[in-house]
């Protein structure tokens, strides 16, 4: 008995001990964190918080990358190239966090050849500029990558082929304030492209003489080069439902002599709802003959791409987000007509904000093949390198 009462005096002195060692730590020890607890709001406040949450998730998905305005008459939105710098853009390109999934890292890699681009354009601006002044901010220099793929079946069988379209201008205001380089596979002409014929790059300079009216001088990629000059006008003019778009241009070349085109596009808008009627003319002096173009669009646009180049109208190539219908007439000359077209498009943008797609099943009658109706369908990717795709941490 007397070893258990001293075992078990032992063993209490031993915890009191211990007791008085640690506690000195254990009053300089921070408390433990509290986790954060619910706010005191009912059930009906949730679930409408949790609504204008996601709702401002997906306004903030919805907008695109680039510089945008929503149009007074209606909902849809217009966007065209960011008016950034060269140099904001890359600072905010350095200061993006490093991609975590597949999206981001498509991202990453579009904004690495897009800052690529914007440092090329800044280091040549520089390099010939004057000693003598300081330099001006060079403003960023979009482009655009599209690919099409037309797919007909003909009595004959099945014929696809493919386009492929780039489109950039630079601005050097440290060179010359009114001169730009540019460089694009778009034909001289402005007219829609046909997908049978290879794209080719021109190269050039620009010099803008007045308001809307550029005068151009470059080559053209050939075996040999081929030199090419143009003096271009074309505008937008705003009548209130109506937009007109008119162009006129002149033009030649060393291989295929003088030549002009002109156009008249009219949109009416409804909201929403677009009918346009858009007119082309080209006149050769090589072939003296004038070829020409009709088409009547009509379309449920959500969203639109300022177009860089007049035969975005004919193709609807300018609706981003939406759907429609599309009736085109071609002639070689103005005493025949050479083709009839008719499609129904559909156009939508990715996850990727910057990536835009289309689908377009269409029927095609041709007097070369005696009027024969030939299905077909036509694919296109469109890529818009026109701001950063990742914003900067």
Known sequence: MRSRIRAGSTLAATLLVAAGCASPRVAFEPPPEVA?????????QAVAEAQAAAQQTVEQQAMPLQASTTDPR????????????????????????????????????????YAWEQNV?????????????????????PFRLASTLDVFHHPDGVRASMDLDFDIALHLPNIEKRLGVFI??????????????????????RYELLRALDFDLGVRVDVPPVAFTSVKWAREYDLGSIEFYPLLKLFAETKEGLG????????????????????YAKWRRDTAQTEWSQTFIYAQARELIVPDRYGSFPSAD??????????????????????????????????????FWSVEPMMRWDRDRNWHADP??????????????????
Not at 36 to 44: E, H, N, R
Not at 121 to 138: I, M, N, W, Y
Not at 263 to 279: E, I, N, P, V, Y
């Open 260 to 279: 002009a085109a002109t156009g008249a596009t009219f949109d009416h808008w409804a909201g929403q709802q677009l009918l346009r009627s858009s007119s």
């Open 376 to 393: 077909g369908i036509r694919f296109g990717i469109d890529a818009l390198f026109w701001d950063l795709a990742r914003p900067a941490g």
């Open 36 to 44: 954060p607890q619910p706010p005191p709001i009912t059930a009906g």
């Open 74 to 113: 209606g909902a849809r939105t217009r966007f065209g190239p960011t008016g950034r710098s060269t140099s904001d853009i890359l600072k905010t390109n350095a200061a993006a966090p490093m991609p975590l999934d597949f999206e981001q890292r498509l991202d990453y890699a579009h904004d690495r050849i």
């Open 121 to 141: 354009v800044e280091g040549t601006d520089h390099l010939f500029a004057a000693r003598d002044r300081p330099l001006a901010p060079v403003p960023a220099a």
């Open 318 to 355: 300018d609706i981003g987000r939406g759907w429609g219908l599309r009736l085109q007439t071609n002639g070689d000359d103005t005493s025949r007509v050479t083709r009839y077209e008719s499609g129904v498009f559909f156009r939508g943008q990715t996850s990727a904000r910057w990536l």
């Open 184 to 205: 694009t596979s778009e034909e001289l002409d402005e007219g829609t492209r046909d997908p049978n014929r290879d794209s080719q790059l021109r190269a050039g300079l």
